[in-house]
């Protein structure tokens, strides 16, 4: 009985190891694939063609060779898969230089009205 129970202890710890490490290189995996991902942008080809319509599994977002620090964890799929998630989020808002221009400058003209209609209703009638 003593036997079993200690065996069964032993058995029941090596497994929880295990599963331990397993979690930890898994996590340290995505971290190394966003980390990889930051760099990504899609070619503009390719966005102008499909822009938002292109789903994560598409192979526009796999990793390639020149993109990434190690090559050996291209056979990995919990790395290529983490790859394309972050290589997809990076590129899922990506905008038009004309649109940031569009963005910017309305708020520009904003700021600039805002200090007209503060001009005007507090020093125009201290002048006259």
Request: charged share 20%.
């Amino acid at each position: 009985m003593v036997r079993t129970t200690v065996l069964l202890i032993l058995l029941l710890t090596l497994v929880s190891t295990a599963f331990c490490q397993q979690g930890a290189s898994r996590d340290s995996l995505i971290g190394t694939a966003r980390a990889d991902a930051k760099k990504f942008r899609l070619d503009d080809a390719a966005w102008k063609k499909y822009k938002h319509t292109l789903p994560y599994t598409s192979d526009y977002f796999k990793p390639r060779e020149t993109g990434i620090k190690n090559t050996a964890l291209l056979s990995d799929s919990v790395y290529v898969d983490a790859y394309r998630q972050e290589a997809f989020k990076r590129n899922k808002h990506r905008h038009t230089p004309w649109h940031y221009l569009l963005v910017g400058g309305s708020i520009a003209a904003g700021v600039v009205l805002l200090a007209l209609t503060a001009i005007i209703i507090f020093i125009a009638p201290t002048m006259g």
